[in-house]
T-cell receptor, first 113, second 114 residues
Framework: GESVGLHLPTLSVQEGDNSIINCAYS??????FIWYKQESGKGPQFIID?????DKRQGQRVTVLLNKTVKHLSLQIAATQPGDSAVYFC????????????FGGGTRLMVKP | EPEVTQTPSHQVTQMGQEVILRCVPI?????FYWYRQILGQKVEFLVS????????KSEIFDDQFSVERPDGSNFTLKIRSTKLEDSAMYFC????????????FGEGSRLTVL
């Protein structure tokens, strides 16, 4: 759904624990999904992507899961570190949208030492 | 590590004034983008640009907006007559490939319209 205003969902985890950040998307025609990390005062930074013909993709310490049945995307971060503290956005490319990405509302991850 | 650079970092302008935001994309990238983020809201697509032409634009990118690659290194966003609602962080991005989410974003230019 839409996320308007200053409030961001926040996930607080202990350093070393695993983090799971969730994202719901609304367009069943979306064929490509991306996770970005945005640290304070910086632009979004690409983390990992997944195409709609896959349900899982792994990177370095991160895994993205895609459940097209319920239109749900998640980002799992293993052994969360203080440097992982940031706002995390999911983004989707709606079918035939070319280069246009539609961003979600973001989740703030806070890592406690 | 190559990065996208944007200037100015912050610009304050009066309503109705023209503003040009500048970006230097990563040198071997061919695809360029502008996104914006109004405070507390989502990142929104404005425009994509390739081969000296606009590839796609959103509904936000109306006649008040234009983009240009005036030379081999700069990519600019011009807002002809700024409105209060144009106040936002404007992010430039570039990519090496088309149809990719692996965009490299700059740190943004904060525009404040008074």
């Amino acid at each position: 759904g839409e996320s308007v205003g200053l409030h961001l969902p926040t996930l607080s985890v202990q350093e070393g624990d695993n983090s799971i950040i969730n994202c719901a998307y609304s367009n069943s025609a979306s064929d490509y999904f991306i996770w970005y990390k945005q640290e304070s005062g910086k632009g979004p930074q690409f983390i990992i992507d997944i195409r709609s013909n896959m349900d899982k993709r792994q990177g370095q310490r991160v895994t993205v899961l895609l459940n097209k049945t319920v239109k749900h995307l998640s980002l799992q971060i293993a052994a969360t570190q203080p440097g992982d503290s940031a706002v995390y956005f999911c983004a989707e490319r709606r079918n035939n949208a070319g280069n246009m990405l539609t961003f979600g509302g973001g989740t703030r991850l806070m890592v406690k030492p | 590590e190559p990065e996208v650079t944007q200037t100015p970092s912050h610009q304050v302008t009066q309503m109705g004034q023209e503003v040009i935001l500048r970006c230097v994309p990563i040198s071997n990238h061919l695809y360029f983008y502008w996104y914006r983020q109004i405070l507390g809201q989502k990142v929104e697509f404005l425009v994509s640009f390739y081969n000296n032409e606009i590839s796609e634009k959103s509904e936000i990118f109306d006649d008040q907006f234009s983009v240009e690659r005036p030379d081999g290194s700069n990519f600019t966003l011009k807002i002809r007559s700024t409105k209060l609602e144009d106040s936002a962080m404007y992010f430039c991005a570039s990519s090496a490939r088309e149809y990719t989410g692996e965009l490299f974003f700059g740190e943004g230019s904060r525009l404040t319209v008074l």
